[in-house]
């Protein structure tokens, strides 16, 4: 492989950049709409307590997410540092 031209690094890098950007700006306009921790079978991934928190589906493991999506999820969401103990992710 050739030298490549400075001016084409930085061509490559601005095009990366632009990317990266419209990535970030999808991102944040999707977790206004939906819980960043529900997965895609609506189950919760978070590891600290949340009241939208259902029981899990019959031979789950996660519990299910019962929230709409339609309010601000982030009120529900139990920071507390009791809440977040001996619930760490094991791996
Ligand atoms: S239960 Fe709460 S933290 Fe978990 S996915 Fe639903 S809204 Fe998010």
Redesign the pocket.
């Known amino acids: 492989m050739g030298k490549i031209e400075k001016e084409e690094i930085q061509k490559r890098l601005d095009r990366i950049t632009e990317i990266f950007t419209e990535i970030v700006a999808h991102a944040d306009v999707q977790t206004a709409d939906r819980?960043p921790?529900?997965n895609r079978y609506n189950e919760?991934?978070?590891v600290f307590g949340?009241r939208?928190?259902r029981k899990p589906r019959l031979g789950g493991e996660l519990?299910m997410?019962?929230?709409d999506d339609k309010l601000d999820?982030r009120n529900?969401?139990e920071t507390g540092e009791a809440d977040y103990k001996g619930k760490a992710p094991k791996g």
């Open positions: 819980c921790y529900k919760c991934t978070a949340c939208n928190q519990k997410c019962g929230g999820y529900a969401w």
